[in-house]
């Protein structure tokens, strides 16, 4: 039996702005503390709504993925053949 391994990764940030160690050097918001702020040219937040907001999106998409993650590994338990 072949059993798939999936990764996923949930992030507000762009991969590909992050240095070597992880850090963030990109241009937005990263806190509530930058409501008002601008960032790449235009304001990101008008709101502590707007970051609760996203932040709750995050949150489900992350507990979606689980479950999906959950069920797949369920799945791939009852195949009693390669696929």
């Known amino acids: ?3 798939s391994v999936h990764q996923f ?3 507000k940030y762009d991969p590909s702005l992050r240095a070597e160690g992880g ?3 990109g241009d937005d918001w990263t806190s509530i503390n930058d ?3 601008t960032f790449r040219g235009r304001q990101q ?3 502590a709504g707007a970051v609760l907001l996203c932040e709750r999106l995050r949150a489900n998409s992350t507990g979606e993925l ?3 993650s959950t069920s797949m590994r ?3 338990s009852r195949q009693t053949t390669d696929c």
């Open 1 to 3: 039996m072949t059993v």
């Open 9 to 11: 990764r949930v992030t």
């Open 23 to 25: 850090a963030y050097f």
């Open 35 to 37: 409501i008002g702020r």
């Open 45 to 47: 937040l008008r709101d």
């Open 66 to 68: 689980s479950r999906a």
């Open 74 to 76: 369920s799945a791939s």
